[in-house]
């Protein structure tokens, strides 16, 4: 299904919108006070309607109408917020959302949902049946004018209709002609004001002779029916963009013309003279006045027409809230650029291509050892190293969107099993690769999900334990050495360990004989077919998730971590590599070969000493004494199995990786070295504790250590022990 | 020809003749685009023109933007009842300056 460009943009916005509605009702949900919430979900929802309007999307037009009536009457206040309103509007957000993502298949609704969709507006007209609060909108009728009463709060006081017309470009190449509809309406009526709106209009440079680019603003006297005045558009009406109001229209009818009209940058009184609210002669009177005033006092134009009662406060706001958006929307929108995200990818490899270039460019130069030559790459080398970062910065996304979806699954969860959960966020400026956020956000939500009912106990039981009766769960993020760490932690029971052993025991996971860390013993919940709920709930507990979570987090070349404290609560901590395509590496040499580590995760390097290496040789021991710390390491070359002695001095490399050390034994340390890392083959796929491999500036190869992987297998506990026991 | 272009030292008068309608439009504004001053008062004679419509208004409006947007004097001179009514339809008296002789000054 190919969708047209700008439908295409229609529902990402809509989107959008929805994510900011949903944003608005969670706090109005806490904060009923809050006005500036209830306008910003009565504009998306207006939106989401107006634009469906461009593309004559009719089934998401007639259910947001319903909505957006009910959302007018909360935001005059004839409607409370209450709990139902925002369950309501929630579902109605939901299922607006469900609308969109069948305009994005290209499908129409089928009949199920039409039953929700009949449901929700069926709910929804309780609110609109019910009396109105206030004595406001007056029926539209020209009768009123003849009886010189001037109309009631919310009517604007022109008697004219105001109509309002943007041309298609095509206008003249379909063969007609704009002043014909002007001559036309003035059989059927008066034109009584006119404005044409040339905005428009490019520049002679630019212009194109046969594309239309008029406007008009028309204040319009007659006493044909609206239908009957549609009619004389009908046969530009696909092309145009047409507004009718009728005489004394609603102030909300302005308020909505102004919305849509042009988005050019007006002045606010050229908007209400060409809207037909004010006429000129009253614009300029108020001018003067403004005038006078502005010696004293200098207040603005809206407030100077509001006193001078020419036009109505709300008029002026409606106005003023468009200006404002027309300069927002500016800026914003000079702020962003929508990219193919195929065009990033392949700006990042070509990087990635440069930089290896670029280390060859340095070896040669080395090699000839041309002073001013050197400069010029180190030159080169520090200008490619900008480029990289900021390549990699462009991929680069804030956690907190990600973050904020929960506030809607806690909220659900929470109300679903009875329980009072608050969710507290933090890090959620934290940057990570775009698309490790995408993959990141399934595992999340099963952590939260599980902490809630599993970890978080109900209010009974907290209680009596000295606990708030509400459970608070935290999601927080932040930078730790070249990875980014993702904690979900919650204040509930914490895991229980014996419960967790007798399961793994019953499962056959575990024999009873083998002894366990406490920390074994929790990994033993991301053990594929392991559930410890003792009734299987509809979230979690059916010992499908924990493993998938899991194995999720590993594809992306990331751990899982879990501490907990017995009856205080529980984290879960992902630590995920920032990007996945270039890092700053270390390079070291074993024998002929060369390796590459992650230069975030290395620390210092030290000599191994002439008897430490003996005892490694004649005991098998494989730790030092690093400041009065055991580090164990390992020896990279018998790692490998390379050949030949290894030479008279080497090297550890001390590298830190969650919290835990481990030193690598390598021959020489060759320095810095920017790394892009390709992924390995097929066949080298299951070869543990190798990451992918690069190429070095001379063509030969290098492989890329996986140090998490590398401890691993290095079994540090063990070594550990052996340490203690030897001390 | 639908318009001549005339520069001297001191004007630019484009003459329009004929038609000045969409059927011309296209050719008449390339002839624009090529030869209009950017920097000369522009003088627009409009008596030999016969019949308008919109396409040929908005290239007078396009002319007339180009003028206020270069800070250049602006002089329609001669319009006839063909021009005339489209201009008082579309209330553009006042931005063509019709009704009185315009001397705009650059800034």
């Known amino acids: 299904m190919q969708l047209d460009e700008s439908l295409q943009i229609y529902i990402i916005e809509s989107r959008d919108l929805l994510q900011q509605m949903e944003e608005a009702l969670l706090t109005l949900e806490q904060n009923p006070e809050d006005e500036e919430k209830i306008n910003a979900i009565f504009r998306a929802a207006h939106t989401i309607k107006g634009s469906a309007g461009l593309f004559g999307l009719d089934f998401i037009i007639s259910f947001t109408h319903v909505a957006e009536s009910v959302l007018d009457k909360v935001r005059n ?16 957000g939901d299922f607006i959302c469900k609308l969109i993502d069948h ?29 109105r609060a206030t004595a406001a909108a007056l029926p539209v009728a020209s009768q009123n004018e003849a009886s010189g009463v001037v109309e009631s709060l919310d009517g604007v006081e022109t008697s004219c209709w105001h109509i309002s017309l943007r041309f298609g470009p095509d206008t003249f190449r379909s063969g007609m002609d704009p002043f014909s509809f002007l001559r036309y309406m003035n059989t059927m009526g008066k034109i009584v004001h006119v404005a044409t709106i040339t905005q428009a209009l490019p520049s002679l440079e630019e212009m194109d002779a046969e594309s239309c680019y008029l406007g008009f603003e028309i204040s319009y006297e007659s006493q044909a029916s609206k239908v009957e005045i549609e009619s004389i558009f009908d046969f530009v009406r696909d092309d145009c963009d047409i507004h009718i109001l009728p005489p004394h229209s609603q102030v909300q009818h302005y308020i909505d013309l102004i919305d849509r009209l042009s988005n050019e940058e007006m002045k606010l009184g050229e908007i209400l003279v060409k809207c037909g609210t004010l006429t000129p002669t009253e614009l300029e009177a108020a001018l003067v006045q403004q005038a006078d005033v502005a010696t004293v006092d200098k207040q603005p134009i809206g407030q100077t027409l509001i006193n001078a009662q020419l036009v109505q406060p709300a008029v002026v706001n409606a106005a003023l809230e468009k200006q404002r958006q027309v300069k927002e929307s500016k800026n914003s929108e000079s702020n962003y650029i929508r990219i193919d995200a195929n065009k990033l990818d392949e700006l990042i490899n070509l990087v990635g291509e440069l930089i290896i270039a670029g280390a060859g460019a340095t070896l040669i130069a080395d090699k000839l050892g041309d002073g001013a030559m050197n400069e010029a790459t180190s030159n080169i080398s520090t200008l490619v190293e900008q480029v990289r970062d900021s390549a990699l910065a462009l991929r680069m996304v804030q956690i907190g969107a990600t973050f904020s979806r929960f506030n809607r699954v806690v909220r659900d969860v929470s109300k679903e099993l009875g329980k009072d959960i608050r969710l507290e966020i933090s890090g959620e400026e934290t940057e990570l690769d775009k698309t490790v956020v995408e993959k990141i956000s399934d595992p999340l939500t099963h952590l939260v999900r599980n902490s809630m009912d599993h970890g978080i106990e109900s209010a009974e039981v907290r209680v009596p334990k000295g606990k708030p009766a509400y459970g608070t769960l935290k999601l ?86 879990i501490q907990s404290t017995p009856g205080l609560g529980c984290t879960m901590s992902i630590r995920l590599p920032l990007t996945l395509a270039i890092i700053d590496g270390f390079l070291v040499g074993v024998a002929d070969s060369s390796y590459v580590v992650p230069l975030d995760m290395v620390v210092e390097c030290i000599e191994l000493s002439a008897e430490d290496y003996a005892s490694s040789v004649s005991d098998k021991r494989n730790f030092i004494n690093l400041r009065g710390e055991v580090l164990p390491y390992l020896k990279l070359r018998d790692e490998f199995e390379c050949k030949g002695e290894p030479p008279i001095r080497q090297n550890i490399v001390v590298m830190q990786y969650a919290n835990q050390k481990i030193g690598l034994v390598v021959d020489k340390l060759i320095g810095e070295f920017q790394t892009v890392i390709k992924p390995l083959g097929k066949v080298f796929e299951h070869v543990k504790g190798i990451g992918g491999f690069t190429i070095l500036g001379s063509g030969s190869v290098a492989l890329v250590l996986d140090v998490p992987r590398m401890m691993q297998l290095a079994n540090m506990e063990s070594i550990k022990e052996q340490a203690l026991v030897e001390s | 020809m639908p318009v001549m272009i005339n520069t001297n030292e001191a004007r630019c008068v484009l003459t329009f003749s004929g038609e000045l309608n969409i059927y011309n439009a296209a050719e008449t504004l390339s002839q624009i685009k090529a030869e209009m001053s950017n920097t000369l008062p522009i003088h627009v004679d409009l008596a030999a023109v016969d019949e308008a419509d919109a396409a040929g208004l908005q290239i007078l409006m396009a002319i007339r933007l180009h003028t206020l947007s270069h800070g250049l004097a602006f002089q329609l001179e001669n319009p006839n009842e063909a021009v005339m009514a489209l201009i008082e339809l579309s209330d553009m008296a006042g931005f063509f300056g019709v009704t009185q002789v315009f001397t705009d000054i650059a800034a």
Do not use: W
Not at chain 1, 481 to 504: C, M, Q, T, Y
Not at chain 1, 542 to 557: H, P, S, T, W
């Open chain 1, 77 to 92: 206040g004839q409607v409370p917020v209450t709990e139902e309103i925002v369950a309501l509007f929630l579902e109605v």
């Open chain 1, 103 to 131: 305009v994005a298949e290209g499908t129409t609704p089928d009949a199920d949902t039409m039953v929700v969709n009949d449901g929700l507006i069926n709910r929804l007209n309780v609110y609109l049946g019910a009396p």
């Open chain 1, 476 to 561: 927080n993020a932040f930078h730790d050495s070249g990875s980014i760490v993702i904690e979900v932690s919650d204040d509930g029971a914490g895991l229980n360990r014996d419960k967790i052993l007798a399961k793994a025991i019953d499962k056959g996971l575990v024999s009873a004989e083998q002894s366990l860390s406490d920390k074994e013993i929790y990994n033993l919940i991301f053990e594929a077919g392991f559930s410890t709920a003792d009734a299987v709930s509809n979230l979690s507990g059916r010992g499908v998730g924990m493993d998938v979570v899991k194995r999720n987090i590993q594809a992306l070349r990331g751990t899982i971590d």
